[in-house]
Structures are given as C-alpha cells and as structure tokens.
C-alpha cells in the first residue's frame, strides 16, 4: 500500500480525476482551470480503478470483493442411526449375528425335543408294561414319604421335653435292630417273596444274580438270602459278592452253591414283584438264555442265615 492509500484511508488510490477544493463550500476554486462546482456532483463517486484476473483473465471489482460477505459453507448433512454411516453399519451386523445365533438354538432344542420324544425303548413298550413301570415308581415314592414322615414323628418325639429321654432310648434300640438286620447279624421275618432261578440250556451267571439282588434292594428289599439244591444258606448284605464257580455253580461270600438258587427277601412283595418284571429286567435277562424265574409272593417270609460280624483291626467304639 502506497503513501496515498494510506492518507485516504480507503486502501484505495486517489482518484486523477477533478476534485472539489478542501475549503469552505461556499467559497469557489481560486484555480483559473478548475471545473464549474455545479458539474460536480457530490453524490456521484468516483470511477474505482479495476484490476484483471492473472489466471483467467476475467476482471474482478476490487470494491466490490472488498465489500461482499465471503459466501458460507455449505453444513455436512446429520447422519441418522441406522443409516447408511458406521454406526448404523455395525448396528446391522450385530442384528444379523443374533439372528443367526437364535436360529441355532431354536434348532438345537427341536432335535433335541424330537430325540427325547422319540426313545425307541419306550415306544417298543407295551401298555402293560408301562403300567407296571409306573407302579413300581409310584410304589417307591410312597415308600421313601413314609420314611420322611417316620423320621420327622422321631425328631418331634426327640424334642418332646421330659419325654426326649425315653424317646431317643427307645430310638437307639429300634436303629439298632435296624442296624443288626441290615448287617446280617440278626434274623428277619415279615412279608416278602421267594425269588427261584431255574437254569436252562445254560447255567444261570453269576451277574444275573447280582442284578436281581440289585433290582430288590431299589424295589425296597430289606433282608435277603440265598440258597442252592443242598447246603445251608448265605445271609446277602452289602459285602456280599458273587462268582461263577467250576461245572455251572455259584460263589457266594466265598461258599459255593448249585442251582437251581431262591432268593427269600422280605420286603413289599407287589413292588419287588414288578421290579423283577420290568421290561429288559431280571426275568426277560434269563428268559432270553433260555432260563426261567419263579417269583411267589409270602405272607411271611423268615431270613435265618447270620453273617458273621467283621472282625476290626484298626477302628475302635469311642465313649
């Protein structure tokens, strides 16, 4: 900017043109040139100097650019959720995942549902033996509530006061007769079955036997024996195991015996019945090797082979 852009204060060069003297309005230019005052008008301004473009060589108004308000930019658009931006992008795929994930589940349930409807050993039982199925729980359902109902009249009993002392002394002997059948040390009577194992073209295995014992304890048997064509009985408790023995025999407990066996256990004969009844049980297990199993029921059935108590070694009672 020149010196005379700066005393004009414009930024802009003094015009070349005639100009109207700085002196009073009233008075006229002294100069013998200068122009007639009226042909001066004081509202028109003077012609501003215009400058060319370089690069496209269009002119430009300096005024006017010096004047007008640079033009405004134009605001980015909002990006919405779930549009077309990032956010809504990963949205979408977060969806599609849970979809495939639940469409996995739903499948898995229905194959599993389908599998469990369809169980090939229930849908080849009979009706009969559904019936006997569902007797034999019904059976043992009622049987351990009578047990909970025993054990909670004891505990009242227990806690009656002056009368706890002769309850829980009357307790302690009716367990340990509990206690002397369950360990084979005293003999047992009450109803119960007589259970009889007939070979066939086969002797009747050992395993066979196990599993009959095992089917009675789960129908609620409470004291059982075993015996052969000849020879004593042999008490059956938790220790007892069972061998097969040379020219089709049995070994029990270390004593052998001959066929044909009878298992004589006290206990509910209809539940015990229909526990060795069951499809795929004891007796279909020997009629499919060609044997046979007798189960009668008693009114009355007496348990008198004892077991022997274990000699301890190590444990000793504490007072």
Not at 71 to 79: L, N
Not at 286 to 307: M, T
């Amino acid at each position: 900017m020149s010196d005379e852009q700066r005393e004009t204060g414009t930024g802009w060069p003094e015009p070349t043109g005639p100009s109207r003297p700085s002196g009073p309005a009233a008075e006229p230019d002294p100069r013998p040139d200068a122009p007639d005052p009226d042909e001066i008008s004081p509202l028109v301004a003077p012609e501003q100097p215009r400058v060319a473009d370089v690069d496209d060589g269009a002119t430009v108004d300096l005024a006017e650019a010096a004047v007008a308000p640079p033009e405004p930019e134009p605001e980015p658009a909002p990006v919405r959720a779930g549009g077309p931006g990032a956010w809504g992008g990963r949205l979408s795929s977060a969806g599609v995942m849970i979809a495939v994930l639940l469409a996995l589940l739903g499948f898995t349930l229905v194959v599993q549902l389908k599998t469990t409807s369809t169980d090939p050993t229930l849908a080849a039982t009979r009706q009969e033996d559904l019936v006997r199925i569902f007797s034999d729980l019904d059976s043992r359902e009622k049987r351990l509530q009578q047990d909970i109902e025993a054990l909670e009249e004891s505990q009242r009993q227990l806690r009656s006061g002056e009368q706890g002392r002769q309850a829980a002394l009357e307790e302690a002997r009716r367990r340990a007769d509990q206690l002397g059948i369950l360990a084979g040390t005293l003999p047992a009577r009450g109803p119960g079955l007589s259970v009889r194992f007939v070979p066939g073209g086969k002797p009747i295995a050992a395993e066979r036997i196990l599993d009959a014992v095992q089917e009675l304890r789960g129908a609620g048997a409470e004291a059982m024996q075993i015996s052969g064509a000849g020879g004593s009985p042999v008490r059956i408790i938790a220790s007892t195991y069972f061998l097969d023995g040379q020219n089709g025999s049995l070994v029990v407990d270390g004593r052998s015996l001959s066929g044909p066996y009878t298992i004589t256990v006290i206990g509910d004969p209809t539940t015990m019945s229909t526990a060795l009844k069951i499809p795929g049980g004891v007796a279909a297990t020997v009629a499919g090797d060609g044997g046979n199993v007798i189960v009668e029921e008693r009114e009355v059935a007496e348990v008198s082979a004892l077991h022997g108590p274990m000699k301890l070694e190590h444990a000793r009672p504490v007072s």
